[in-house]
């Protein structure tokens, strides 16, 4: 029953292959507990390594509806690898908490030992449920950066801000960022929109304040859960580029 209301997952939408810039490639990433997801590279030079961001997205649609944002990093010299979690798009299997860490991890592990790519030299962007994703697999790691775009507290937390305080005894402990964030070592960008409508901009306040290490809050006045890029594009981009850079 959890994961009935927390997942909705899109297998079908896809950008025609003409549409899809000449520098994103597919790639296929084999999972730890066997399952198989999709993910596109967008590669500025596959003979000179550029940073990178591994981006999860939120917990509707699937990566092909992510593809302008990836564009957007991308264009900010830095390549991007924009992850599927499982039952999504074109990838095995049925999503759950577990598994869409496993799948995130499988990402980072595919970055750095079969692309090449240092810890250091990565970014962990994570976007509504993804930011429980980004920050579960951030624990311990030595990436440079973790962007946070409207991220939420607890599933515990999130059942009451939806009225669905009889659900809070399901949620238990789940998708519990707030008793996570200390155990990251990166630098920690949070972007929320006072009127989210989705998860409280509250919840990107606590994690902020309970986060002990280099931080920075960016509030986007008016926005909403999906649409601070279109709000106030030139803060949301512009605090991305710069806390990136």
Known sequence: MKDKLTFFPDRTSAIPEKDIPSYATEHW????????????????????????IIYFHGNAGNLY??????????????????????GYSKSTGKPNEKGIYIDGTSAVNYATQSLGYKEDEISIFGRSLGSAVAIHISQHRNFKNLILITPLTSGK????????????????????????????????LIIHGDRDEVVPYHMGERLFQAYNGYKQMVTIEGGMHNDLAEVDPMIFWGEIERFIQ
């Open 29 to 52: 990433i084999e999972t730890s507990d066997g399952e198989t997801i999709q993910s596109f590279l967008f590669l500025h030079d596959k003979n000179k390594k550029s940073p990178l």
């Open 65 to 86: 509806h992510r593809f302008d944002n990836a564009v957007r990093l991308f264009d900010m010299d830095h390549d991007v690898l924009l992850v599927s979690y499982r």
């Open 157 to 188: 937390e999130m059942a009451s801000a939806m009225g669905l305080g009889f659900l809070k005894f399901i949620a238990g402990n789940s998708y519990n960022s707030l008793e996570k964030i200390n155990n990251i070592h990166s630098r920690v």
